[in-house]
């Protein structure tokens, strides 16, 4: 089957860390796979995809990097910001199907001035 | 475009109480989904459609039912809440696999419904 397996949180760092998001999966066929990112108050927005193995997504900062080798899709930012501040989501979109998003439960960062 | 927008935003429901999601999307997408989300658990997917009249289960669907009479809307029905349906509900919308879009499938959230079941 499908499923995601993600960080557990919550993350709290200072402004300007590195941030790193650890992401897993496993899936049958060659998922898709995308972080999101729910701000406060607010639905979740597409930060992220990547289709195929070895693919980087990139957006905002963020990157992930398809890892099929290891089944990983982990984020990463350099230098991190106050507005980063959010729950951050990673999912799989099967390839069967009516291609359905699967979630990870979420990992809620913090960032501090 | 206003994308995809949920009515009520919050609602509170006694136990065996009847309610109904509303669901609307103007970007003319085939594909819409309703998803849960609760604490430690990400969002699980309750029921989907592929297209106007058409509906199918998806990971969680009991307690649920719902309708796709146009294409713009997907309707969530509680028939008789329980509080195990405390949460919040998200809906989603994205155009067909194989769209000419390059953001095909990507899937464009509402900003979802709070409901508390007493």
């Known amino acids: 089957g499908n499923s995601v397996t993600q960080m557990e949180g919550p993350v709290t760092l200072s402004e300007e860390a590195f941030l790193t998001i650890n992401c897993t999966y496993t899936a049958t066929g060659y998922p898709s796979l995308f972080w999101y990112v729910q701000y406060p108050g607010e639905g979740l927005q597409l930060l992220l995809k990547a289709t195929k193995a070895d693919d980087k997504g990139s957006n905002k900062g963020f990157e992930a990097t398809y890892r099929k080798e290891t089944t990983s899709f982990h984020l990463e930012k350099g230098s991190v910001q106050v507005s980063d501040s959010a729950v951050y989501f990673c999912?799989?979109?099967?390839?069967?199907?009516?291609?359905?998003?699967?979630f990870g439960t979420g990992t809620r960062l913090t960032v501090i001035p | 475009n206003a994308g995809v927008t949920q009515t009520p935003k919050f609602r509170v429901l006694k136990t065996g109480q009847s309610m109904t999601l509303l669901c609307a999307q103007d970007m003319n997408h085939e594909y819409m989904y309703w998803y849960r989300q609760d604490p430690g658990m990400g969002l699980r997917l309750i029921h989907y459609?592929?297209?106007?009249?058409?509906?199918a289960k998806g990971e969680v669907p009991d307690g649920y039912n719902v309708s796709r009479l146009k294409k713009q809307n997907f309707l969530l029905g509680l028939e008789s809440a329980a509080p195990s349906q405390t949460s919040v509900y998200f809906c989603?919308?994205?155009?067909?696999?194989?769209?000419?879009?390059?953001?095909?499938?990507?899937?464009?959230f509402g900003p979802g419904t709070r409901l508390t079941v007493t």
């Open positions: 459609s592929v297209g106007e009249g058409t509906t």
């Open positions: 989603a919308s994205r155009l067909p696999h194989g769209g000419t879009s390059g953001r095909a499938l990507e899937q464009y």
């Open positions: 999912a799989l979109r099967s390839s069967t199907g009516a291609n359905n998003l699967f």
